[in-house]
């Protein structure tokens, strides 16, 4: 993989590397229930059963989203760290296997719904009565064989949106939910209570094609239509209360700004093609999700737009008390971005700045914990949720 990686064109290079840093193919159970069970308690003792519009939240999507279904230890060639020191400093002040410094958006969702922090699905003992997280860090849209058809060996994570779904299944199964007209009484009981949160699931299809005859074009169409289908799934299991994030903005990450050509910009200094790719893809998503919202009127399906919160904070930074953009918190220091590939945070070589604060960039594709707070902040409480996350809220009051 090193030898192909420095053979690459620029934009080649840098899609391979942003996917690798985005998966892990590594799973565990006995380090992640150890580390589960303590962060997902942390909350209990500040919860109000007062504030708690929903019993359990149940998420999905990639790295961005996982609390500990994976890890990097074992995984690869780029990451290699997740689970030392310096991740987690700032809020668990240990590492949890989340890729950041602290908090994911995940994790500000269910601290504004006063609820804990949701436990990985794979681990073992951790308290899940209050909901599961199946997001997978490497994780595809696209089921996992079509990669493998393809040729396409980019592809290390088995575990696509797929077999999240099929984990829920199970989920809903102990439950005795089947579907909403095989065991309505069993769903409804479920769902009526339960906020579905589906991270930004798809960037990792895009990086798995490169170098192949594979079309960005084809792989659009196909990453929809997983996400399409999944959604299916569970608005016919009687989901309600639906979040669905779109992509980032990938190309103001520290990877796409340290290796993508430094004429590919666009006009917030971010890399114009990768911004782009995600936007179009955006674009067709929040279409998919009106048609969704005709044909089931009785659910409250919610866009939150990742992409423009993120750039929201890329241009006033200073109102979120940031003052760095591209460059990483954690990294090698190799100017200008603080970043390198076979030095990556956690490792020996790595350093981490002491005010990750101010920070967008925790790891060079990862964000801080700031950077997902402010984030956050624009989707749950700002303009950034079509409809609005309060409104979302104000649907389940009413309902009771």
């Excluded at 760290?81 to 310096?86: D, K, Y």
Aim: net charge neutral.
């Amino acid at each position: 993989m090193a030898a192909n990686l420095s053979s690459s064109s620029p934009l080649l290079t840098f899609t391979s590397l942003l996917f690798l840093i985005l998966s892990s193919n590594s799973y565990f159970l006995a380090t992640t229930s150890a580390i589960t069970t303590k962060t997902t308690t942390e909350l209990h003792d500040h919860q109000s059963s007062s504030n708690q519009p929903f019993k359990y939240i149940y998420a999905f999507g990639d790295s961005y989203t996982d609390t500990g279904n994976t890890n990097s230890s074992t995984g690869p060639n780029a990451f290699m760290s997740v689970s030392r020191p310096p991740y987690g400093q700032t809020y668990f002040h240990h590492p949890t296997n989340r890729y950041s410094d602290g908090r994911l958006v995940i994790d500000f969702v269910a601290q504004k719904l006063s609820l804990p922090f949701l436990p990985p699905y794979l681990s073992k003992t951790a308290d899940k009565s209050s909901g599961v997280n199946f997001a997978v860090a490497g994780s595809t849209a696209i089921i996992h064989s079509f990669f493998a058809k393809n040729n396409l060996t980019l592809d290390i994570t088995p575990q696509s949106l797929l077999t999240q779904l099929a984990w829920f299944n199970s989920v809903l199964e102990s439950k005795g939910c089947k579907d909403k007209s095989a065991t309505p009484k069993e769903c409804k009981a479920v769902f009526d209570d339960s906020l579905i949160w589906v991270g930004e699931i798809g960037a990792n299809d895009y990086a798995y094609i490169l170098g192949s005859t594979v079309s960005k074009a084809t792989v659009q169409k196909l990453a929809i239509g997983s996400v399409t289908r999944f959604l299916e799934a569970i608005m016919n299991k009687g989901a309600k209360y639906v979040v669905v994030q779109g992509l980032p903005s990938t190309g103001c990450l520290t990877l796409a700004m340290a290796l993508a050509a430094e004429t590919d910009r666009d006009s917030f200094g971010c890399v114009k093609t990768s911004n782009d790719q995600s936007y179009n893809h955006n674009a067709i998503l929040q279409s998919k999700l009106n048609d969704f919202r005709k044909r089931f009127p009785g659910a409250v399906i919610v866009y939150a737009d990742y992409w423009n919160a993120y750039m929201t904070v890329v241009k006033n930074p200073k109102k979120y008390g940031i003052t760095e953009l591209f460059k990483a918190c954690c990294g090698y220091s190799s100017a200008p971005y603080n970043f390198d590939v076979f030095n990556t945070c956690g490792t020996t070589m790595a350093t981490s700045c002491k005010n990750p604060s101010e920070y967008v960039n925790w790891d060079g594709v990862h964000l801080t914990e700031a950077m997902y707070k402010a984030v956050s902040e624009e989707i749950l409480d700002g303009s950034f949720c079509q409809p609005s996350f309060e409104y979302l809220l104000s649907m389940k009051r009413k309902s009771g």
